[in-house]
């Protein structure tokens, strides 16, 4: 074979490669919370159906529903379930969807390792640290607790497209999208994690798996629901049984109805509920009882639409018992 036809032939293999037919693609995007999760089903999947490509991307809860009911993706990652305006616009835009729950997660306050003067916090404390009134006035520790030093006071919190953040100001302030703005927004949690970790008034908050993946780098605060209670981290017990509150969440995963059409991406759905429970634990998150998974199987494989959380607050809800009262 002359030098000319090796390299002829080195080239048309790199470019099949390249452009590998597939059998069929899902493209999913959404909650950087949620994305640890729908990745690591998304990399086990492709193992045993290499024929299908699967693509996850990241622009939060809100961008990914933007996309979504544009009907550029197949699935939605969300750390909140979908909005009473995104529902208009689903309607208008003749999107169905089915919605299914798919982990557990307990939000993490976390500070710096540096930080030796915070031992436990209030959701009393934290609302006084993020509502909108406390903009330009709350600025030190001390304003907080008497009793911590007079320290600044610098806020990492999630970007305002974000689901976490839509949570946690209405779980914290009572209302979402209520919030001081002038703390360290982003989308991208890994950018929270390095500000918090050098910042010894840092003060931030964001999905468990973040933390599980940089506890090394950082100060896990337990939170008390009021003054006089149990200061709670969130573990797989406290955050399953409801004991972290209000900070206890589940995260989802919308399926557009046309899609769920798809024989391969049935296939998908089938296999994330089917891993879901043990790669929750694998990526820092709570699995659901198996109860729940059973019930979400049996609404997709109904094409049951919409969302049980619809006129419903999402902070303290019983989940299993709102799946079963949709069947």
């Known amino acids: 074979m002359s030098r000319c036809t090796y390299l002829l032939c080195s080239i048309l293999?790199?470019?099949?490669?390249?452009?590998?037919?597939?059998?069929?693609?899902?493209?999913?995007?959404?909650?950087?919370?949620?994305?640890?999760?729908?990745?690591?089903?998304?990399?086990?999947?492709?193992?045993?159906?290499?024929?299908i490509r699967v693509t996850v991307g990241v622009s939060g809860t809100g961008g990914g529903f933007k996309k979504f009911l544009r009907g550029e993706t197949d699935i939605s990652n969300a750390s909140r379930p979908i909005s009473p305006s995104e529902l208009a616009i689903a309607k208008t835009n003749g999107i169905k969807f089915i919605e299914i729950p798919v982990s557990y997660d307990g939000m993490a306050i976390v500070v710096s390792p540096k930080n030796t003067f915070v031992k436990d916090i209030t959701v009393a404390e934290l609302k006084k640290m993020w509502s909108p009134e406390s903009q330009n006035k709350v600025k030190s520790w001390k304003q907080v607790r008497d009793s911590w030093p007079d320290v600044p006071l610098h806020l990492y919190g999630a970007g305002t497209s974000s689901g976490t953040y839509d949570y946690f100001t209405e779980?914290?302030?009572?209302?979402?999208?209520?919030?001081?703005?002038?703390?360290?927004?982003?989308?991208?949690?890994?950018?929270?994690?390095?500000?918090?970790?050098?910042?010894?008034?840092?003060?931030?908050?964001?999905?468990?798996?973040?933390?599980?993946?940089?506890?090394?780098?950082?100060?896990?605060?337990?939170?008390?629901?009021?003054?006089?209670?149990?200061?709670?981290?969130?573990?797989?017990?406290?955050v399953q049984n409801g004991q972290y509150q209000p900070l206890s969440r589940p995260e989802f995963i919308y399926v557009n109805i046309k899609s769920a059409q798809k024989p391969y991406v049935r296939e998908f759905i089938k296999f994330y509920l089917e891993k879901a429970a043990t790669l929750s634990k694998e990526v820092g998150y709570v699995p659901l009882p198996n109860k729940a998974y059973q019930l979400s199987y049996k609404r997709f494989t109904e094409g049951k639409t919409g969302s049980v959380f619809e006129n419903k607050s999402i902070v303290g809800a019983n989940l299993l018992q709102l799946l079963s009262n949709q069947q």
């Open 13 to 51: 293999l790199l470019f099949s490669s390249c452009f590998k037919a597939y059998k069929g693609k899902i493209n999913i995007d959404g909650s950087s919370s949620v994305y640890p999760l729908t990745e690591a089903v998304a990399e086990e999947f492709r193992k045993v159906q290499g024929d």
């Open 171 to 238: 779980a914290i302030n009572g209302k979402a999208k209520a919030s001081r703005g002038d703390y360290t927004a982003s989308e991208d949690d890994n950018v929270l994690v390095q500000g918090v970790t050098s910042d010894i008034g840092g003060l931030g908050y964001f999905g468990l798996a973040y933390f599980t993946e940089n506890k090394d780098k950082l100060k896990l605060i337990p939170v008390k629901l009021t003054a006089d209670s149990k200061a709670i981290f969130p573990t797989d017990i406290t």
